[in-house]
């Protein structure tokens, strides 16, 4: 099992920044990717940001150069620094950690609220 807690969300103006942090713990040898994803009321989840092997990242077009995923290894905690929030980044924002070889495992989440 993988247990994953997400946290650092608030309230922020617009062009603001923000920092969430997704703290990592169990059994992750079966993990290979770490991913944030949002949900913004009435709207599905979607990805936001991808950190593979290798520290490859991959983030979705509304974010790529506004948002950055890292990972510090030492402390078992993957962030995702947030510059320049817009108020349609505002969602809950969920880390999930995958594999080949394991299931999917998520957080509960954590609000961020960009206002106008």
């Known amino acids: 099992q993988v247990q994953l807690v997400e946290s650092g969300g608030g309230l922020v103006p617009a062009g603001g920044s923000l920092r969430l942090s997704c703290a990592v713990s169990?059994?992750?040898?079966?993990?290979?990717?770490m991913n944030w994803y949002r949900q913004a009321p009435g709207k599905g989840r979607e990805f936001v940001a991808s950190l593979a092997p290798g520290d490859r990242t991959h983030y979705a077009n509304s974010v790529t150069g506004r948002f950055t995923i890292s990972r510090d290894n030492a402390k078992n905690t993957v962030y995702l620094l947030m510059t320049d929030l817009k108020p349609d980044d505002t969602a809950v924002y969920y880390c999930?950690?995958?594999?080949?070889?394991?299931?999917?495992?998520w957080g509960r989440g954590t609000q961020v609220t960009v206002s106008s």
């Open positions: 999930n950690a995958d594999g080949e070889m394991c299931p999917a495992y």
């Open positions: 169990g059994d992750t040898r079966c993990i290979s990717d």
